[in-house]
């Protein structure tokens, strides 16, 4: 059965047909263009015809899908053209992966020298063989030179030992010819050696046309076997080995998800490099179905980012998901489910009990945001409780500095220990910014971490207590920043509305600020300002759920081995009851707009504290203990 689609007005030169049950033909040489935010669909074969000689004939802003055959005798295949403009606004098409397809040509925004010595590459056209890609992507020979990274491409193994490549420019003696379908393949930006580096560096246009056959074909990626099973227990027993070409695995290996300080035995192994093979998007949410043990996918950023000049990216911040199988849940940031045409991408998995998966029709998509929204009724029926915070930073001027951490409370997680939804901030470095560390288990405060986590994961019931929050500012940056807040409820594909303000069942994320002695909740139109002032890195916690049902808690609630606030209703005040095992504690009273208002210093904590709120409103207090804990809960007067 064939899928129908809405057909959005097009600017037509001269299409003998369009629709869904017949040939279509793009005849002559009179233009056609399909606008962006289009989508034009052919339900059988789509033809340019042999007396089209003329360079983008058809020009495709949109989306076109072809469930037949696309058939067009261009050498070059010039005469079709899928546009891509700044922004990130480009055409796509989609081809059955049972139909045959002829050549066409797809823009692409260059990638900047001056960023990269290699630049990431997949690709979405097949060639006989390397020198056929260099012809038809860049124009230029392929230089196969024996030297060492002075070639114009390398490949990443993903069915050997993890390297990169050399190619050859053909298939000599039934050699491996290099470029396939789904390969994560990088570009020599580092000498003129590769023939490729005055062509990315030529001032005269910002993006290239790439030219080929589409591989719309099924493929299927296969894994290493057994190499990081035998290779090492740890990283120290195998991190100064060496690969095929004498390069000590240290030297070009990394892990995007683990630590290694946190894990050892695991870090830098079971990790997979490809590359998009199609002339659309593809969605990785499927991924878990045939690889169960999925822990994670990568994207790399082309982001640039200074002081004075702002950003400026052709792909933007590196992007990364996690994922538990027990549960289902994804975390971070949905976008890395998304790889675009030309866009490489990196899994990782627990183990290597899985040898492979297929790039195939089913991952195919037009969309810009995974369709992984569809299941997030089946995770709340399911019973997993998950609310995400994105806290992201801003220069003044309101260009994202790629500096973005994520905090998810969620169920079926252990406090202070790792677990599968978290990763490390492997990219961070020296950055100005945030990242996240390890909360501990007790809820104690964490003044100092060995790691610079991205994402951190605690359970729901990780309540009003402190999840530390760091920020790192760069040697010699003086500027003013701005943290902004993303909120995520029942799934990372359900992102709330800025009219939506906060969660719907009353539960929050607080954001504290130990300078200035400021405590707000994080509602969707969370907005803080890190001064210039800002240059140590134990001054924030965030919280989850500073709450004890609406501080209403009466005597029967309390405990001799907790600290809780409870509503005396005798004495119409809210009082404080210590936990047996403190000796004296700070308390602090933050108002709704997170104002501190009222400072209790060195209470003793044998008997009861009343906090002498006398006006109605809603208060938040932050209760320090002598033995280190943190304890935070909201009052409705």
């Known amino acids: 059965m064939k899928k129908n689609y809405f057909i959005m007005s097009i600017g037509l030169g001269l299409l003998s047909s369009f629709g869904l049950s017949q040939n279509a033909y793009v005849t002559g040489n009179l233009k056609v263009k399909v606008e962006p935010n289009t989508l034009v669909y052919f339900g059988e074969n789509l033809e340019m015809t042999s007396a089209v000689t003329a360079d983008k004939v058809l020009e495709n802003a949109g989306n076109i899908k072809i469930d037949g055959n696309f058939v067009n005798p261009s050498t070059t295949g010039a005469n079709f053209l899928s546009t891509w403009d700044a922004g990130n606004v480009y055409g796509q098409v989609i081809i059955n992966q049972s139909s045959t397809a002829q050549k066409l040509a797809m823009e692409k925004g260059k990638i900047d020298p001056s960023l990269f010595n290699w630049g990431q590459f997949a690709?979405?056209?097949?060639?006989?063989?390397?020198?056929?890609?260099?012809?038809?992507?860049?124009?230029?020979?392929?230089?196969?030179?024996?030297?060492?990274?002075?070639?114009?491409?390398?490949?990443?193994?993903?069915?050997?030992?993890?390297?990169?490549?050399?190619?050859?420019?053909?298939?000599?003696?039934?050699?491996?010819?290099?470029?396939?379908?789904?390969?994560?393949?990088?570009?020599?930006?580092?000498?003129?050696?590769?023939?490729?580096?005055?062509?990315?560096?030529?001032?005269?246009?910002?993006?290239?046309?790439?030219?080929?056959?589409?591989?719309?074909?099924?493929?299927?990626?296969?894994?290493?076997?057994?190499?990081?099973?035998?290779?090492?227990?740890?990283?120290?027993?195998?991190?100064?080995?060496?690969?095929?070409?004498?390069?000590?695995?240290?030297?070009?290996?990394?892990?995007?998800?683990?630590?290694?300080?946190?894990?050892?035995?695991?870090?830098?192994?079971?990790?997979?490099?490809?590359?998009?093979?199609?002339?659309?998007?593809?969605?990785?949410?499927?991924?878990?179905?045939?690889?169960?043990?999925?822990?994670?996918?990568?994207?790399?950023?082309?982001?640039?980012?200074?002081?004075?000049?702002?950003?400026?990216?052709?792909?933007?911040?590196?992007?990364?998901?996690?994922?538990?199988?027990?549960?289902?849940?994804?975390?971070?940031?949905?976008?890395?489910?998304?790889?675009?045409?030309?866009?490489?991408?990196?899994?990782?998995?627990?183990?290597?009990?899985?040898?492979?998966?297929?790039?195939?029709?089913?991952?195919?998509?037009?969309?810009?945001?995974?369709?992984?929204?569809?299941?997030?009724?089946?995770?709340?029926?399911?019973?997993?409780?998950?609310?995400?915070?994105?806290?992201?930073?801003?220069?003044?001027?309101?260009?994202?500095?790629?500096?973005?951490?994520?905090?998810?409370?969620?169920?079926?997680?252990?406090?202070?220990?790792?677990?599968?939804?978290?990763?490390?901030?492997?990219?961070?470095?020296?950055?100005?910014?945030?990242?996240?560390?390890?909360?501990?288990?007790?809820?104690?405060?964490?003044?100092?971490?060995?790691?610079?986590?991205?994402?951190?994961?605690?359970?729901?019931?990780?309540?009003?207590?402190?999840?530390?929050?760091?920020?790192?500012?760069?040697?010699?940056?003086?500027a003013v920043y701005h943290l902004k807040a993303n909120l995520f409820f029942e799934s990372i594909f359900n992102e709330l509305a800025m009219e939506d303000g906060n969660y719907p069942d009353t539960n929050s994320f607080y954001f504290f600020d130990g300078a200035k002695d400021v405590m707000v909740p994080i509602t969707t139109d969370f907005s803080y300002e890190i001064s210039s002032a800002y240059n140590q890195e134990n001054l924030f916690e965030v919280y989850w759920n500073v709450a004890g049902e609406d501080g209403e808690l009466s005597l029967e609630d309390l405990n001799a081995d907790a600290t809780k606030i409870y509503n005396d209703k005798l004495n119409q005040t809210h009082k404080v009851r210590f936990n047996s095992k403190w000796t004296s504690a700070d308390i602090k009273v933050y108002d709704v707009s997170g104002r501190s208002i009222k400072s209790f210093n060195n209470v003793k904590t044998q008997s009861d504290l009343d906090l002498n709120l006398y006006g109605r409103g809603v208060y938040i207090v932050r209760i320090k203990a002598n033995t280190g804990e943190v304890y935070t809960q909201k009052i409705i007067k």
Request: hydrophobic share 35%.
């Open 123 to 478: 690709l979405p056209f097949a060639y006989v063989d390397a020198q056929e890609a260099m012809q038809s992507l860049f124009g230029v020979n392929y230089s196969s030179n024996p030297e060492r990274y002075f070639g114009s491409m390398m490949y990443w193994r993903n069915d050997d030992k993890p390297r990169w490549d050399q190619l050859t420019a053909a298939d000599t003696n039934g050699q491996r010819r290099g470029l396939r379908p789904g390969e994560y393949v990088i570009l020599n930006l580092a000498n003129n050696d590769g023939n490729i580096l005055p062509i990315m560096s030529d001032a005269s246009t910002s993006k290239l046309a790439y030219k080929g056959t589409p591989t719309n074909a099924a493929y299927t990626m296969s894994f290493i076997s057994d190499f990081y099973q035998t290779i090492g227990a740890t990283w120290d027993d195998w991190k100064n080995k060496q690969n095929y070409y004498k390069e000590k695995y240290h030297t070009y290996m990394e892990d995007h998800l683990r630590d290694v300080n946190n894990d050892a035995a695991n870090y830098a192994k079971f990790s997979y490099q490809f590359g998009n093979p199609y002339t659309s998007n593809i969605d990785l949410i499927d991924l878990p179905t045939s690889i169960p043990n999925l822990i994670g996918v990568f994207k790399f950023g082309n982001l640039d980012w200074s002081i004075d000049a702002g950003s400026s990216s052709t792909g933007g911040a590196a992007k990364k998901v996690t994922y538990d199988s027990g549960t289902g849940v994804w975390a971070g940031d949905a976008e890395a489910l998304i790889a675009r045409p030309f866009e490489p991408f990196v899994i990782t998995l627990a183990d290597e009990n899985v040898s492979s998966f297929s790039f195939n029709d089913g991952m195919k998509t037009f969309s810009m945001a995974s369709s992984g929204a569809g299941d997030v009724q089946s995770r709340v029926f399911s019973g997993v409780s998950f609310y995400q915070l994105g806290l992201q930073l801003f220069d003044n001027n309101d260009a994202s500095t790629g500096n973005r951490v994520y905090v998810v409370a969620t169920s079926n997680v252990s406090n202070g220990m790792s677990n599968h939804l978290e990763s490390e901030y492997s990219d961070f470095k020296g950055r100005t910014g945030f990242y996240l560390a390890q909360e501990d288990a007790e809820g104690l405060p964490v003044a100092f971490s060995s790691r610079k986590m991205d994402i951190n994961s605690i359970n729901t019931d990780f309540e009003n207590k402190p999840i530390p929050i760091f920020f790192n500012r760069a040697e010699g940056d003086n």
